[in-house]
Nanobody
Framework: QLRLVESGGGLVQPGGSLRLSCTTS????????IGWFRQAPGKEREGVSC????????YYADSVKGRFTISRDNAKNSAYLQMNSLKSEDTAIYYC????WGDGSKWIDVREYDYWGQGIQVTVSS
């Protein structure tokens, strides 16, 4: 069982930045595609970004392209989501998820992921 832990969330003003981290101390994340999802109150969980396991290909939702950057550091068993130019509509609980040997081709489908973190709150407000 892979346990994922998110960190780095919090309250930020519009236009600000946050960096989310997703880590595990149990196994290497090298063989997993890592996806970031978010869920706002009253809305369905939506895909934000993904980085594939094999070649590090990245994917982004249209709503965050140019503002968010996903990355990974396999040596640290970690993946990151750098969020810049944050907007109030980015407010949500953010989850990281892991897909064993995922190539990212179906990254936006929550059913593709084998493991999920507990989620972390991101609030963008003045």
């Amino acid at each position: 069982q892979l346990r994922l832990v998110e960190s780095g969330g919090g309250l930020v003003q519009p236009g600000g930045s946050l960096r989310l981290s997703c880590t595990t101390s149990q196994y290497t994340l090298e063989y997993y595609a890592i996806g970031w999802f978010r869920q706002a109150p009253g809305k369905e969980r939506e895909g934000v970004s993904c980085i594939s396991s094999i070649d590090g290909t990245t994917y982004y939702a249209d709503s965050v392209k140019g503002r968010f950057t996903i990355s990974r550091d396999n040596a640290k068993n970690s993946a990151y989501l750098q969020m810049n130019s944050l907007k109030s509509e980015d407010t949500a609980i953010y989850y990281c998820a892991a897909d064993l040997w995922g190539d990212g081709s179906k990254w936006i489908d929550v059913r593709e992921y084998d493991y999920w973190g507990q989620g972390i709150q991101v609030t963008v407000s003045s």
